[in-house]
Structures are given as C-alpha cells and as structure tokens.
C-alpha cells in the first residue's frame, strides 16, 4: 500500500506531500466546470474560491460560474455531484481537508477556512503551473480519486527580520503568499531591533520619528566602516492591519516580535531615559548584540513596555505574542544602581538556577507574561528566557540548536523548534564563496538536504513530544538588503521546511522530495516571478 502510494505521489509531485492519495484511472475535466460552495463559508473562504473559479476561467477560456449551493452535505455522494463542490464537514479537525475527485465532479470538505484553503492549493499543484496567473495552456484535468489531508504540527512558522532591512507593504505580501503556497500558517515578524524600530506607535511617535532609521549600514564584514547612506522606514498602524488581514485571508497568522530587554537601540535612541546610562544613544549601524539595554529596574520603562504591548495587541489579533528575550548582555545591570536596587527590592540571588540578572531578566519576562495574559495572550521567547527561572505557561522557541527546546520539552514548556543548525536561512546554500553574502562565521552551507532532514522529536520521548508545537525557519537580513536576494535564501529551502512540518515523518522522501521540487515547483515558482535557488 506505501509502495502504491509513493508512486502515485511522484506523478501528482504535490508539495508538501499530503497524508493519504488513492488515484484511479480516469479524469475530471476542469474546463467549463461549475464552482460551488455551501451556506456557512466565512467571507475569506468564498474569496479564495472565488479567485480559484476565475483563474480557471482565464486559463481554460471558457466560464466557470460561481453559485452558492443549496441540498448538499457533507454526506452527498461524490459521485452525484457536477463541477467542484466545496462543502462544510464539521467532523474533520482543523485545518484537515478530503478532496474526492470523480469523472463529473469534485468534492471538497473541510472544517474551518485553513482547511479549505488547503484543498485550494493541493488543486492548484495538480493543474498547469499556469493556473496559479490565469495563464492557459497545459492539460486542464484532475485525475479521479481521492486525498485525505492534514498537518502534521499546528505551528507551521516562517520569520522574517524586517529590521536589519527594511521590506514594503507589497514585498512582505509576496512573501506571505509564498508561504500560503505551500500551507504554513504562521508568520513570526521581527519588528524592532537596534538597527531599526519598525512599529508605528501613537503614544511613542519618537519611535518611528528617530528610532526608525540609521545613519549608515556598516559593508560586508568590515564593523568599522559606514556606507554613509541614511536608512530606514516603518509601518503605519493602517499598513500592519492591511497586512494582519492580507495574511489571514490566506491562513497565515501574523505573530509580532517585540525584543526586549536586549536589542533595544532603536527605542532607546527615541527615548533615552529609558535606559540604564541615560544615553545618548543611536540607532546602531552595525551588526552584533550591543551591551544596551533596557533599565528595566525603572518603573516608567515598564510602563514603556505595558503601552507598547497595549497598541500591539490592538493591531494583531494572534494569540502569542513573541517578547525576544536572547542576547540581553547583564553589564550594564551590574552597575545600574536602580536595576541593582530593584534586584534587592525583588529579593533576587545568585544561586544554581541562574545569577541575580539572569532572575532579573525573569522578572520582566514574568511580568510581560502576566500582563500580556490579562489580554488573553500567550508568551514566546526566545531559548535564553529558560536561564533562570521561568514561569509556566511560556513557550520557548529553540535557536541555539535543538537543546533548548529538548531541555525545555522535558521540563514540561511548549516549544518550537528552530534550530541554528537546520532552520537558520541567512546561512548560505552551498561553498560560501560561490553564494552571495551571508554571515562571515559560517562556513558549512545549510542545503536544502539538510532542511529536509530535521527531526523535531528527535531525543524526546512520547510525552515530551506533547509539547512540540512545531517548526520554524528563520531569516535574519543583516546581509539581506533586497527582494531578489531574500527570495534566493528563502526558495526552495522553505519548500523542504513545509513537509518537515506538514508531512508525516514515515512518508518524508528526499528523492521523491526533489524530484517534486524539479519536476513541479521551479515552474510555479517561476510563474509567479520569484527568485529561488535553482536546484541545479
């Protein structure tokens, strides 16, 4: 039965390979075919139909009409049916689809909208490249029979650091759409740094007024040089929720990342009172982790921190919130006499569990935790928020290997893994000579082999598992600088991060992966005008 399977899923090349196919002989003729959808749909879902009917239209040359369907259900025989038939199955999990393709007609049933935007795109894979732009040519036909589908990880995340560089309003949506594509739901968006703060924030219009933009950006490797060119640019609180809803539309959640305490120059440069010196302080033009931070023993940087996360939570309706919390230096902490003091206010000791800054660090997590929770929001933070003592309830995402994420599963905290070693796209594809630009410290290309062979529950036992939520990639953009390049280190990579995520561990294959990848994905992505990494 696997061994049918697998043949079968080589011919369809649908990526990321789905959870069961079962193809018989015969086809279903799209051209001209009726697109309907029951009662009960939410708005997104009839538009991402809607656009499905249109793009036939275009590239088959003749109509297919869109009309809501009354006196079907999800027990209606695939059989009886003409034209697709998009219909509410309360019983399937969400995000899960099964999609029945008969000689007449094409059952689709889903839950919820994700699940349904999901049949979409396996729809899409199977026709011309084309279709995907409205293009015609290719054979317009579905073969007969049927896919039953769903994650395998209910996280399914990509980040983007729109920090180190700057992306439009319409880049991020292509890039959003890109991961749409291919069923990731969760974009993890890097919005403030110390080379830039990219939030518009009312009550702190300093924020974007001077801690938006640098004056320079250091060349290559060299942290003594400036190219001297003045660099930056923000969000308007009216672009993030048109881009909240550009993604949503498409079953991908934005998550925003505000870092604190550490990598808080871009604030701190606006507001300088906010740190342990009193500044003055700029937008850092260079790369690496400065020994600025945030004094957190002031109340009014506190308060700083509950206002931001006030007008955050009103433009982004996710249910986690990601507060950083990696590469926080303590040096400035040790002499702060006002952080000191509130160390001893707080009790706070050196012992096994972590030094008395460590827990200091803790105290703010803690507190964001509490606050943010009060809203109805869940933590991430980075690995380092487990030095010390961490409250319940925080997820940790593991950059710094798996290790993070291991000890933090064991010790009973949701994780989500995303390990330098596997997930880091800023690292270079191949030879680093041979590739454009990345960071100078690594040496060993991550492929896309490598990508594909993650294994998230790997040294975890079946209750740690539990507390896996999924897999992240992420993309740092300090040698980034434009779309064409970001687009490079994404593609194809993401493409083997989408099936360590969705597809079953025990159906994974690298041949039958890349000969998907070869024989199908060039060509859409080359449709739709991205700039990947040929496999070749």
Known sequence: MKLLFLLLAVTLQI????????????????KGAGVNYVSGLEDRTVKAIAQLADDITKGTGKMSSLAEAAGVSAATPAASLKGFYFILDKTLPAENYNLE?????VKVTASDHNGFFYAIQTI?????????VG????????PRGRISDGPRFGYRGMHLDACRHFWSVEETKKYIDAMALYKLNRLHWHITEDQGWRLEVKKYPRLTEVGAFRN?????HDFDSNDGIRYGGYYTQEQIRELVAYAWDRGV?????????GHMLGALSAYPELGCTGGPYDVWTIWGVSDDVLCVGKEKTMKFLEDVMDELCELFPSEYIHIGGDECPKTRWEKCPVCQAKANALGLKSDDKGTREQKLQNYVTSRMQDYLAAKGRKIIGWDEILEGELAPGATVMSWRGAKGGIEAAKRGFDVIMTPNSHMYFDYQQADPDSEPLG?????????MEKVYSFDPYDQLDAEAQKHILGVQANLWTEYIATPEHLEYMLLPRMLALAEVQWT?????????FEAAVRGRQEAVLSELGYSFRPLD
């Open 15 to 30: 990526t990321p390979q789905p959870r069961e196919v079962a193809v018989e002989k015969g086809t279903f003729r799209v």
């Open 101 to 105: 393709i008969c000689r007449k007609g």
């Open 124 to 132: 899409r894979q199977i026709l011309p490249a084309g279709n995907y």
């Open 135 to 142: 293009k015609s040519g290719g054979k317009w036909k579905l």
């Open 216 to 220: 320079g950006t250091m060349v290559g």
């Open 253 to 261: 959640t934005i998550i925003p990342e505000i870092d604190l305490p």
């Open 439 to 447: 960071p100078g410290y690594i040496r060993i290309p991550l492929t």
């Open 504 to 512: 079953p561990a025990d159906l994974r294959d690298y041949a039958r």
